[in-house]
């Protein structure tokens, strides 16, 4: 089993910062594929950024030059820096592992707000 902990959401007013983190237990390899997702009112759960354990990564069009993922493998934490926030931007963000077995593992989610 993988526990998925995230943590740094919050309030920020358009054009801000904020940076998530998510912190891995248990069953987990350096291999494994980390990413984030986000789910706003009213709407499906979409893809945001994932990173390989090699390195990789790759980013949805909407968030593309304005965040950044990465990861400290010491840490078992993967960070998402998210800049120039927009009000669309506003959801509940959840970290996402693969790992070998193809298992999908969540974490519990943070709210971010973004005020206009």
């Known amino acids: 089993q993988v526990q998925l902990v995230e943590s740094g959401g919050g309030l920020v007013q358009s054009g801000g910062s904020l940076r998530l983190s998510c912190a891995a237990s248990g069953r987990i390899f350096s291999i494994d594929v980390m990413g984030w997702y986000r789910q706003a009112p009213g709407k499906q759960r979409e893809y945001v950024a994932h990173?390989?354990?090699?390195?990789?990564?790759n980013y949805a069009d909407s968030v593309k030059g304005r965040f950044t993922i990465s990861t400290d493998n010491a840490k078992n934490t993967v960070y998402l820096q998210m800049n120039s926030l927009k009000p669309e931007d506003t959801a509940v963000y959840y970290c996402n592992r693969v790992v070998l077995d193809g298992a999908h593992y969540w974490g519990q989610g943070t709210q971010v707000t973004v005020s206009s």
């Open positions: 990173v390989t354990g090699s390195g990789s990564t």
